[in-house]
């Protein structure tokens, strides 16, 4: 009796690595990488005189924190989203001092005396949702951006994208954007 061996089938595998390789190019060409995304903002100078806090009254200090929950808080009053424009524009084209000669405000007692005194203290808890945080800070640059575009058209008679840049520097000038960022706090 003669004993068969059966061989195993064999698959040719040399093809494989072609397949692989195509499906890799489809993979890359079909797959979008998505830009990161964050908040465009200059650091401050180093402070090379080693002294460098200062003491800002109280009236000069718009203080909005975000909680735990998710509430917008506005100097320990809470407020929506919306709102936020509207009380930083308010605040920081005050003229509290009477010294701003293009300041619109109403010279309330308990809001900033000029433009460049004008300081806005962003404070969040460690749970604070990020998208929360950084719809804080648009409603913020916002605000910023129309007394900027106000400022423009007054001095200027023009919009912010027709600016040169030394006018562009001027606008800045009158109306800096200073937002101090606290450390986060914790509740829990």
């Known amino acids: 009796m003669k004993s068969f061996r059966r061989h195993s089938a064999t698959v040719n595998a040399g093809s494989m690595a072609d397949i692989a390789f195509l499906l890799l190019i489809f993979f890359l060409v079909t797959t979008t990488i998505s830009a990161d995304k964050g908040i465009l903002r200059q650091l401050p100078r180093i402070c090379e005189t080693g002294y460098c806090t200062k003491d800002i009254p109280e009236r000069n ?55 460049k005194d004008a300081v806005i203290s962003l404070s969040h808890d460690a749970l604070t949702k990020y998208e929360a945080f950084i719809a804080v800070q648009d409603e913020i640059t916002k605000a910023y951006y129309n007394l900027r575009t106000k400022y423009a058209k007054l001095k200027f008679n023009k919009s912010p994208e ?7 520097e001027h606008i800045k000038e009158a109306y800096p954007f200073i937002v101090s960022e606290v450390a986060v706090k914790r509740t829990n």
Not at 103 to 110: A, D, I, P, T, V
């Open 61 to 115: 200090l718009l203080r909005i924190a975000l909680n735990d929950k998710q509430e917008i808080m506005v100097n320990e009053e809470i407020v929506n989203l919306e709102a936020i424009e509207g009380l930083v524009e308010s605040f920081v084209d005050n003229n509290g001092s009477d010294k701003c000669n293009y300041c619109s405000g109403e010279k309330l007692s308990n809001s900033s005396d000029h433009p």
């Open 162 to 168: 027709e600016l040169s840049g030394e006018e562009l």
